[in-house]
């Protein structure tokens, strides 16, 4: 079956200036950027009426399972309802736009091979599985009394890690990540505004335990992403080799020149932590939490202005938990009070595409690329923000060739 769509402007973020074009689109790949708008048997043709037709959208920090705020509780979920209640998350990502998203903790490589197979409904995932944590870290979500077995819920579907503790234990874990289909490793080196006992500032990992896992990853033909907030943790992850710095909202110049000279990626949140300001007491997020927020939330802004300084490349990331997940695409809004319109586009396409690897099949329209594309409203290149209000501004999404949303006349 062949696709058509036809009268599109054309724009990815590598195009000077958006072209008009014919998108020829079979078995699930682009073929032709100027087909003849012709009608033929086995092709479905749809116009888009001078609509920007771009790169389907790639988020490189989602937790699908997390269908609380409060973490603990999604932990101790049974498999099947946690299971469950990431259906309409999914759904939800996929209906705003997001063709691909990336896991950092919680979502099992089954789920990836569910949506892969068409079981279930949902952007494409890349997963880590469990991330990995120090006991008393951001995935330890036991409260400070509770003495009991840290372990006990790293095996439930709606955890977003598991502890281990010590270089050996830090290595059979991502081994055991690994074997069961993860695409990277997660490790948590500092502490978090969701785990209601490490202070944000506190370390995660030691050296010798992070390298471990960087060694691990590496021997696997795959890298590190780390949950971060400080410098101190950013310069120790980056001296360490972990490729992939997640949040980053209290880096500092020093750090930031070092992570763009060892050539990391940087994947800012900013949307979690006006969610969780604003919503996070109504939606069930512990005190113990709430009084963590201002910590990270106050700087976010200025962290993107020190990362593009430094020139570290930023991927598209949000980290929303719980109903706060239908603010995915305010990150756009977000980050273009700081940054240009071309450079955030690039995150959700380009840049998260290659952090994934799989650069050479998304983030492009172009010929050879798998067919993931999204037709919208506007051109992204002048006002990315446009991409923050989905109800109002996308008109199409196509997954793999297949038309999953549209809101075409």
Not at 36 to 53: I, M, Q, S
Not at 92 to 109: E, K, N, Q, W
Not at 289 to 307: H, P, T
Request: glycine share 8%; charged share 20%; proline share 4%.
């Amino acid at each position: 079956m062949q696709l058509l769509l036809t009268n599109a402007l054309l724009v990815d973020a590598t195009m000077a200036e958006p072209r008009y074009g014919n998108v020829l689109i079979e078995n699930g790949v682009i073929r032709d950027l100027d087909a003849r708008r012709a009608p033929a048997e086995d092709r479905n043709v749809v116009d888009l009426g001078g609509r920007t037709l771009m790169p389907g959208l790639i988020d490189c920090h989602v937790h699908v399972v997390a269908s609380m705020m409060n973490l603990s509780a999604n932990a101790q979920l049974p498999d099947a309802t946690a299971m469950l209640r990431s259906l309409p998350i999914m759904r939800g990502m996929l209906a705003r736009g997001f063709t691909t998203v990336r896991d950092v903790g919680g979502a099992p490589y089954a789920l990836a091979e569910g949506v892969e197979q068409g079981l279930a409904e949902g952007p494409r995932l890349v997963v880590c599985g469990k991330a990995l944590s120090k006991t008393g870290g951001h995935t330890d979500f036991r409260a400070r009394a509770d003495t009991h077995d840290p372990y006990r819920w790293q095996n439930r579907f709606g955890a977003l890690g598991r502890i281990a503790d010590g270089v050996d234990e830090v290595r059979r874990a991502a081994r055991q990540e690994l074997r069961q289909g993860a695409r990277f490793i997660k490790i948590m080196a500092n502490g978090g505004v969701g785990s209601p006992t490490d202070p944000v500032a506190w370390i995660g990992y030691s050296v010798d335990e992070m390298t471990a896992a960087v060694q691990e990853a590496a021997d696997a033909q795959t890298y590190v992403a780390a949950h971060l907030y400080t410098a101190p943790a950013i310069q120790r992850a980056v001296q360490c080799g972990v490729h992939s710095l997640e949040h980053c909202n209290v880096i500092d110049a020093e750090a930031a020149v070092a992570a763009a000279a060892k050539g990391c990626v940087a994947v800012p949140t900013l949307v979690i932590f006006e969610a969780l300001a604003q919503d996070g007491e109504r939606l069930g997020l512990l005190p113990e939490s709430m009084a963590k927020i201002g910590d990270v939330r106050n700087s976010g802004l200025a962290s993107l202005e020190i990362l593009r300084k430094a020139g570290v490349a930023m991927a598209y990331g949000t980290d929303l938990l719980g109903e706060a997940h239908e603010r995915q695409c305010e990150e756009f809004a977000i980050r273009a009070q700081v940054l240009d319109s071309r450079d955030v586009l690039s995150s959700a396409t380009t840049v998260a595409a290659k952090l994934i690897r799989m650069e050479d099949k998304l983030g492009l329209v172009r010929e050879g690329f798998l067919a993931d594309l999204i037709a919208v409203e506007g051109n992204p290149l002048e006002d990315v923000a446009l991409l923050a209000a989905p109800s109002r501004n996308l008109k199409l999404v196509v997954q793999a060739g297949q038309i999953r949303h549209s809101w075409l006349p």
